[in-house]
């Protein structure tokens, strides 16, 4: 089959690999129907050192099941499903806190033998645990948006949960990005009225604002922070939702969070140290999130996007061919797409 | 009157200062029953420049009303009150949040011409908000656990309450100086069964295993932590309550925070910046504390004292006169003493 391989940084190819095949009882084989870039897939492709391995790529997919292991229940071929970022077993004791990153049994999409996303199949790892059943058909024009389970939506629900959000808190969300954008979605979502988005990129930030942004800011660093406390009574806001993941938008945040307020990180951090003192112990200021545990939330959130109620697959402005994905990485990371699904 | 007066490391006098009066219609005057030596006044103590303008001292104390001025209701003359170490209105929107520790019209014991508690008497400023009754009598036994509402009980208890402890949570504490056992005894009281003390003196961590601790640690650094882990199969603990303020203690915190877990410190951070990067992102480790809204918590806490529940009074093993302060500074600077009570 084909499937998209980084051997360093712009250097992306679409390539045979072995076909997918059941290695252990608790595997299934997906067909892979839509998949699609991550922002955090545009790390790598600008720093990787070059490689003659190459990297499998992609950690985001829905399709069909094609095959399912012996051990392997509540799934069956011919069903369509969604994957989160992490495959799990969805049933030890991180996994039933709600911690599926931490999952003993789980691991990434990728490395070690198991396929990427970005391909025309893939084989999951504790399927049972791993996969959501999706009551639509193939053709549904929810795909996108359901698509966005596996990373965006839930990745920036779950900034807006660490931090808080409630009808009775205020929130910036920093980055416009997909995440940036899914994160306002889900503020709004948990009753936040007042959403500040700050980000510069007008057609981003106007989706923002169809997503519940209040105010843009497209000022950064002190500029930015001095915008946010005026529009905020000299206050701050109760969360902030850290989703770009540069030490300058964390910095940004400790600026703009109100004295006993939370700072949500979800933006993969740039950075080793951070500066974290007396002035925000004595502000009281939480810092929280981390990597998102999406498959926790995926039965909350499905039925908002097939009622209709939440649009998150909007984040996605640019479709491509399989073979045209390494068009997709450049387009993002030009900035000239916000996030590119990809059609085997 | 006499009262306490730091002049730089090492240089603590008790002098004649002028009585305090009434200079605001929201100011009490408080004859001082009880204070005490905090922890925190070793900070300075140990590293303060010499300065010919000295430092007024002491920030816990109970007394009684001898004045109040007339825009105060609430308490009067004769009550005898107890104040939380920082005084606030307690009707502000931070109040109203439970974040006293910001309200706008509050301010610090000691500095901007406000006394000290370690002194004969104090002005109380916004002493309506600041002050909480007692219903006992200036002689009762339950003085010393009622002084400690001031600060290292409710300062403790917020530390267990930002860190989310409830019954389904294990708890590491570190720091087995009179915040940290008052930091175990918090967390025993909202429920934890498993409570690990890291500390080294034994008369600490015996008055420990009283207050609630289940195991105890004396290693430090990798040691501690690697016993810590060995105790919890490897997991570390959902919480972990910093009580030092140390830069190695917070490093401990990460050692042992379990996927998913919070550092919550209330020492005072004695660094401007903390190793927090993608490790700890990727295990979902928040972090939170701060310096404890005490009021926030004194009506809360105060029940369990009067019906004899908790003893956190038995944090102080040694009382001296006024006079003697200097010697308390010492003796618990030396660790000669945990926490020193003060008669005027």
Redesign the interface.
């Known amino acids: 089959m084909r499937a998209t391989v980084m051997y360093g940084a712009g250097d992306v190819r679409v390539e045979n690999v072995p076909d997918p095949r059941i290695q252990n009882p608790t595997d299934a084989i997906v067909r892979v129907v839509l998949a699609c870039v991550c922002g955090s897939d545009l790390w790598p492709y600008a720093s990787m050192p070059a490689s003659d391995q190459g990297r499998r790529m992609g950690h985001e997919f829905l399709g069909i099941v094609e095959e399912t292991g012996s051990e392997v229940s509540g799934v069956k071929a011919g069903d369509l499903v969604v994957a989160p970022f992490l495959w799990a077993d969805n049933t030890c004791v991180?996994c039933e806190?709600?911690?599926h990153?931490?999952c003993p049994h789980g691991g990434q999409w990728g490395p070690n033998g198991v396929d990427g996303g970005q391909g025309e199949a893939v084989r999951v790892p504790q399927a049972q645990g791993t996969l959501v059943k999706l009551p639509v058909a193939e053709d549904s024009a929810l795909l996108p948006s359901l698509l966005s389970l596996s990373d965006v939506l839930c990745t920036g629900h779950h900034s807006a949960v660490?931090a808080g959000v409630s009808p009775r808190t205020t929130v910036t969300v920093i980055g416009d990005g997909a995440v940036g954008l899914s994160a306002v979605l889900a503020a709004k979502r948990l009753g936040a009225e007042r959403i500040i988005l700050m980000g510069r990129h007008k057609d981003r930030t106007d989706l923002g604002r169809d997503f519940g942004a209040t105010d843009i800011v497209p000022e950064r660093g002190e500029e930015g922070i001095a915008r946010v406390r005026e529009l905020t009574g000299g206050l701050g806001t109760h969360a902030v939702l850290e989703c770009v993941g540069a030490l300058s938008a964390f910095e940004m945040g400790l600026g703009v969070v109100r004295?006993?307020g939370?700072i949500s990180?979800v933006g993969?951090?740039q950075?080793?140290?951070?500066?974290?003192?007396?002035t925000?112990?004595?502000?009281?200021?939480?810092?929280?999130?981390?990597?998102a545990?999406a498959r926790a939330y995926m039965e909350e959130l499905l039925p908002d996007i097939l009622e209709g109620k939440i649009e998150p697959g909007r984040v996605f402005d640019r479709t491509v061919d399989l073979n045209d994905t390494p068009d997709a990485y450049r387009a993002m990371a030009d900035r000239d797409a916000l996030k590119v699904l990809i059609e085997p």
């Open positions: 991180f806190e709600g911690l990153t931490a660490k004295p006993g939370a990180r993969v951090p950075y080793g140290e951070i500066p974290f003192g007396f925000d112990f004595a502000k009281n200021v939480t810092l929280t999130g981390g990597v545990p």
